[in-house]
Structures are given as structure tokens and as C-alpha cells.
């Protein structure tokens, strides 16, 4: 017995049924829900009649329908929530009903103006999705150059923004920007930490960084440390968060209540590269600690602040006036 039924985001109804032992899940190309149900009697009759139907074929598939083949067949995606939220951009200033082969450059460049809000780095991500989704499907893309990208931040936390944002996290939340703070690794990292990679006696985590691929020691400090001996182990990770859990409005929500909506969580590891520096951390020991693999990523994430400048600039006092000494 088939189905009908609604995916989030679109206001199309989808059909659902089993024809020759294969399973269907066609878009219906209609709101209606009283013609949906006739469409999906009619795919039922045909079925049980033993006749072959027609399936979309992928050259006029919808950018909705390129949606749905691409969730689907990434479904163990680690960011297919990311994904997601990506063609539902596309399809709010594209229209769902866009065929995909018809797609031009002139089209990109539009959806570009429409989303001049965005950073290029932002909008390069949503047209990656988008290009990967057709090339998998075998449909033409458009020409279009990726934009230049200066994903370089100068914010760092200060401590009263850091207990700002503290002060009305969560829990869980509560123990990953301090984990954060204290140890500048990335969110994503953090949130796959297992019980039995930390070792509390000795202050150190052995784990694997994601992005890199390289096995990476963390060091605890006292503050890291205490915060986690008091969080219950009532699984195998620290987190009971899965690795789909999308955070992004949570975390919006916590830095706008806070006063703070320009900073972001991964601004904890720029901030704890500056602290280092500013400690007197040589730049190799830096690069050890947040995972760094070369010297250049290494100055990027530390930010000179302005007392520094002036400190720099009136210790020329001690080498005399007019550079006399």
C-alpha cells in the first residue's frame, strides 16, 4: 500500500509505492493533495497491471528532485545537515521547479546578487554542493569561478566576552567552550573526544584530527581538566551530541543574548593561539599544540592586539629619540 507524503522544505507532495519489487519515491510536481492521491492510485494500477511507467528521467530532474538524489545518496554524509541547508538556499532563489539542465552561468551570477550578504567563502560552499550534486548525476554545469576567498579573522575572546558567553550556555555547551578556551581545538574535534582516549592522571587526550588526518596529543590544563572530572560519563563519548547535530542556531542564538554576534565558536582557537603567544609560546609550540602543519596557517590564527602596539612602539623610547642611543 503506497503513501503520500511531504519532504521538509518543499510544499510538493511526494509519492510513495513498490512497483516490480523496486521501491519509488517521486515527486508528485504538485501541492494538491487530492491530485497526488490520484497519481499515486494511477502508479499503483499501472503496477499492479504489470506495465512499465516512466521514472523522471535525469535530464529534466528539478533542482528539488536533484535535492532528494543527493541527501539520499549521501546520507552518511558527516555534513549533510550543512548540505541540506545549502539546496535549501538554492531552491528558495532558484525555484524548485528549476531544471536542472537548463541552469546557466547567468543564473549563478543572479543567485551570487541575491546572496550578496554572504561572505565568498560562504557562497563558494553552497555552489560546491550545488556542482557536485549535478556532476554526480550526470547533468551540465554551469561555468562559473569560484570567488576569492580571505577567510583571515582578526576577533579573538576577551575574557569578559568568554564569561558573557558562559553565562547562559547550557551544560554540555558550557564544557565545550571551555574545552575550547583551554585548548583551541576545532569544535568538530572536540565533540568526537571519547572517554577512553582521555587520560585525566596524566592530562592528555590522544586523538585524531579530522581535518588533517594526522593522530594529534592534547594537553589539559587545570581548567580543562577540572571541568572535565566533574562531567558524568554516561557513554562512550564526553558528548552525546551526533556527529549530524547541527549547533549553528543554537550557537547564533547564545552570541546574539550575549551581546556577541560577530564572534563564533571557531574564534576560541585564534584566541588561544594569541593567549600563547602572548604567554611567550614559541611559534613550533603553537603549531604542535592546535595541529598546525605549517608556519603560515600558524601566524594567521594569532592576532596582535592594539596595547601591543603601543607597547611596541614606546619601547623605541628606550633606544633614544631620533634613533640615538
Excluded at 556532476?135 to 561555468?143: F, G, I, Q, S, Y
Aim: proline letters at 4%.
Amino acid at each position: 500500500m503506497g503513501r503520500i507524503f511531504k519532504r521538509k522544505g518543499s510544499d510538493n507532495w511526494y509519492l510513495d509505492y513498490t512497483a516490480n519489487g523496486q521501491r519509488f519515491r517521486p515527486c508528485a510536481e504538485t501541492s494538491d493533495r487530492k491530485l497526488a492521491e490520484a497519481l499515486l492510485a494511477k502508479r499503483e494500477h499501472e503496477a499492479f497491471l504489470g506495465k512499465h511507467f516512466p521514472t523522471v528521467e535525469g535530464s529534466d530532474r528539478t533542482l528539488e528532485q536533484l535535492r532528494d538524489f543527493w541527501l539520499a545518496l549521501k546520507s552518511e554524509k558527516k555534513t549533510i545537515a550543512k548540505d541540506a541547508e545549502h539546496f535549501t538556499t538554492l531552491i528558495r532563489y532558484l525555484g524548485a521547479n528549476k531544471v536542472c539542465r537548463t541552469l546557466t552561468t547567468a543564473d549563478i551570477l543572479d543567485l551570487r546578487s541575491k546572496l550578496a550578504h554572504l561572505k565568498p567563502a560562504s557562497f563558494n560552499r553552497i555552489w560546491e554542493v550545488l556542482r557536485a550534486a549535478l556532476r554526480k548525476a550526470k547533468l551540465p554545469v554551469p561555468e562559473f569561478q569560484k570567488l576569492a576567498e580571505n577567510n583571515e579573522r582578526k576577533l579573538v575572546y576577551t575574557p569578559d566576552q568568554f564569561r558573557k558567553l558562559m553565562r547562559n550556555a547550557s551544560p554540555a555547551f558550557k564544557l565545550l567552550l571551555i574545552l575550547g578556551y583551554h585548548t583551541g581545538q576545532r569544535q568538530g574535534d572536540i565533540r568526537r573526544w571519547r572517554w577512553d582516549q582521555v587520560d585525566l592522571d596524566r592530562g592528555w587526550v590522544q586523538t585524531k584530527d579530522a581535518k588533517t588526518g594526522f593522530d594529534h596529543l592534547v594537553p589539559l590544563n587545570a581548567d580543562a581538566l577540572a571541568a572535565l572530572k566533574k562531567w558524568p560519563r554516561t557513554g562512550e563519548r564526553i558528548f552525546s551530541w551526533s556527529d549530524k547535530t547541527n549547533l549553528s542556531q543554537y550557537q547564533r542564538r547564545l552570541r546574539v543574548s550575549a551581546g556577541l554576534p560577530d564572534l563564533n565558536f571557531h574564534d576560541l582557537r585564534h584566541t588561544t593561539a594569541t593567549r600563547l603567544r602572548q604567554a611567550g609560546t614559541d611559534i613550533p609550540t603553537i603549531m604542535e599544540l592546535l595541529g598546525h602543519k605549517s608556519e603560515r596557517t600558524a601566524r594567521r590564527y594569532q592576532t596582535i592586539e592594539k596595547p601591543e602596539l603601543r607597547r611596541a612602539v614606546a619601547n623605541l623610547t628606550r633606544v633614544g629619540k631620533g634613533g640615538q642611543r
